[in-house]
Each structure stands twice: as structure tokens, then as C-alpha cells.
């Protein structure tokens, strides 16, 4: 696995930077002092104690004393899995007083706005929320190219909640998508990097730019047209 993958993961669970840096100078070296830690690490004595009181707190780093000096260590790489339990432990405690004290106004025709990797994650993550069919049109393997990991991930998901998909694609595509599905076609000649994703009261659009952007329109009339376009499309796309 690519060193940065496992930064990159690491970070997404809430590592800092130094974390990281520590952390997997510990995993790759085994019992060390904090002064070759933070040589190893490239990181300045302070900002590496800093960080082994952070891993140590998540029982990620554990240490004993010989003497008068402190060997560090990390725990079994599988200390993670049981890290990332614990928080989803912590979060769902707290998710009923938060959804108690939930005063957020439901607004007619509202429309947020995402940037980024991040941004489509959660454009996604809201079909799966909403659990109701999603018609797709213009897709074309943006998610699998740019994403691929998470691709894997989203598709499972679809599977698992059993959300139906219909998608129009061009001919040239070849897509893995929800169970069960429907997909027709569209000629090679029809290009876009905006994927339409149509759900519930729902429009979402994920624009694959350099940076892809995302926009969520919440709007029962606007989905209602949009799935009215979607239905034409449908009739006279092709099937296979």
C-alpha cells in the first residue's frame, strides 16, 4: 500500500498531521525514545511529545519506563479498527440529545453548494441517507476514475439499502451499479461532466471538474420537473 494512501486514511480518521508522522515512525521502528522519534520523524521535540499525548489518549501509543526514560511504542495496527468503533460508540450516545435540541427550519428550495473530493462524498452519502430511488443521467465513470475506493464502497452501499437505479449512459459506457437496476443508453456523440442524480424531492449535480463541485437542490417542484425530463430521456434512449 502507497505510503500516502495510508497518510490520506489516516488524516480522514482525524490524525494530525504530526500524529500521522509519529505514529507510523513508531509502527515502522518499534520501541523508540522521543528524542529519535522526533528525528526520525522530522518533527521538533515539542510538536513530537505533543503528538504522543495525543496517540497515547486515543490507546493507540503505549510506553514504559526504564530508568528514567520513556520507550514508546505503537500498539498492534488492529488498534485502529477498535479506535474507529469506539468513536462511532461515542458519536451514537450523543446523536439522540443532538437531534432533541435539532431546531434547523426546513426551507422550500433550498440549495447548498460542496467543493471538493469531501464535498461529492457527502452528495453521495445523502442518496444513500434517503434511501429512494435515484435516476442518473450523465455519467461517465467520473466517480470510478476519480474515486475508485469509494466507488467500490457506494456501490456496495446501494446494494445493501437496495436502492433501484435507472441510469442513462452513452453506449461506449460500461457501468457497476445498484441491485437491482435499469440502464438505457444514449450515442457515443452525448458528453458531459455533469452527473444528475434525481432522488426523492432531490436534485443533485456533481460537476467533474479539476476540483469537482457539488450542488444539492431540496425542492419538491424541481424534482418533480427534472424526473419529468428524466422520464423523456428514458422513453427515447436506447435498451440493450
Same mark, same amino acid.
Given at each position: 500500500?502507497?505510503?500516502?494512501?495510508?497518510?490520506?486514511?489516516?488524516?480522514?480518521?482525524?490524525?494530525?498531521?504530526?500524529?500521522?508522522?509519529?505514529?507510523?515512525?513508531?509502527?515502522?521502528?518499534?520501541?523508540?525514545?522521543?528524542?529519535?522519534?522526533?528525528?526520525?520523524?522530522?518533527?521538533?521535540?515539542?510538536?513530537?511529545?505533543?503528538?504522543?499525548?495525543?496517540?497515547?489518549?486515543?490507546?493507540?501509543?503505549?510506553?514504559?519506563?526504564?530508568?528514567?526514560?520513556?520507550?514508546?511504542?505503537?500498539?498492534?495496527?488492529?488498534?485502529?479498527?477498535?479506535?474507529?468503533?469506539?468513536?462511532?460508540?461515542?458519536?451514537?450516545?450523543?446523536?439522540?440529545?443532538?437531534?432533541?435540541?435539532?431546531?434547523?427550519?426546513?426551507?422550500?428550495?433550498?440549495?447548498?453548494?460542496?467543493?471538493?473530493?469531501?464535498?461529492?462524498?457527502?452528495?453521495?452519502?445523502?442518496?444513500? #441517507?434517503?434511501? *429512494? !430511488?435515484?435516476?442518473? $443521467?450523465?455519467? /461517465?465513470?467520473?466517480? +470510478?476514475? =476519480?474515486?475508485? %475506493?469509494?466507488?467500490?464502497?457506494?456501490? #456496495?452501499?446501494? *446494494? !445493501?439499502?437496495?436502492? $433501484?437505479?435507472? /441510469?442513462?449512459?452513452? +453506449?461506449? =459506457?460500461?457501468? %457497476?451499479?445498484?441491485?437491482?437496476?435499469?440502464?438505457?443508453?444514449?450515442?457515443?456523440?452525448?458528453?458531459?461532466?455533469?452527473?444528475?442524480?434525481?432522488?426523492?424531492?432531490?436534485?443533485?449535480?456533481?460537476?467533474?471538474?479539476?476540483?469537482?463541485?457539488?450542488?444539492?437542490?431540496?425542492?419538491?417542484?424541481?424534482?418533480?420537473?427534472?424526473?419529468?425530463?428524466?422520464?423523456?430521456?428514458?422513453?427515447?434512449?436506447?435498451?440493450?
Amino acid at each position: 500500500m502507497a505510503e500516502d494512501k495510508i497518510e490520506r486514511t489516516l488524516e480522514k480518521i482525524g490524525f494530525s498531521p504530526n500524529e500521522i508522522k509519529v505514529y507510523l515512525t513508531l509502527n515502522d521502528h518499534g520501541s523508540t525514545k522521543a528524542g529519535r522519534v522526533a528525528k526520525l520523524a522530522k518533527i521538533d521535540r515539542s510538536s513530537c511529545y505533543n503528538a504522543l499525548k495525543m496517540l497515547i489518549e486515543k490507546g493507540l501509543v503505549s510506553y514504559v519506563s526504564i530508568g528514567k526514560v520513556k520507550w514508546f511504542q505503537a500498539t498492534g495496527p488492529k488498534r485502529l479498527l477498535d479506535y474507529l468503533k469506539e468513536q462511532e460508540s461515542d458519536v451514537e450516545q450523543i446523536v439522540p440529545e443532538l437531534h432533541a435540541r435539532h431546531k434547523a427550519a426546513k426551507i422550500e428550495g433550498q440549495v447548498r453548494m460542496f467543493k471538493g473530493y469531501k464535498g461529492v462524498r457527502t452528495i453521495l452519502q445523502d442518496i444513500l #441517507r434517503t434511501g *429512494k !430511488e435515484n435516476d442518473v $443521467f450523465g455519467n /461517465e465513470n467520473q466517480l +470510478e476514475e =476519480r474515486m475508485p %475506493e469509494y466507488h467500490g464502497q457506494f456501490i #456496495r452501499q446501494l *446494494k !445493501e439499502r437496495n436502492i $433501484f437505479v435507472r /441510469e442513462i449512459v452513452r +453506449e461506449d =459506457r460500461v457501468h %457497476e451499479t445498484a441491485n437491482p437496476k435499469k440502464t438505457r443508453y444514449v450515442p457515443k456523440s452525448v458528453e458531459s461532466p455533469v452527473v444528475t442524480n434525481i432522488y426523492g424531492e432531490k436534485i443533485a449535480l456533481i460537476i467533474w471538474t479539476d476540483e469537482p463541485e457539488g450542488i444539492i437542490i431540496e425542492n419538491a417542484s424541481a424534482a418533480k420537473a427534472y424526473r419529468s425530463y428524466f422520464e423523456f430521456m428514458w422513453e427515447h434512449a436506447k435498451t440493450k
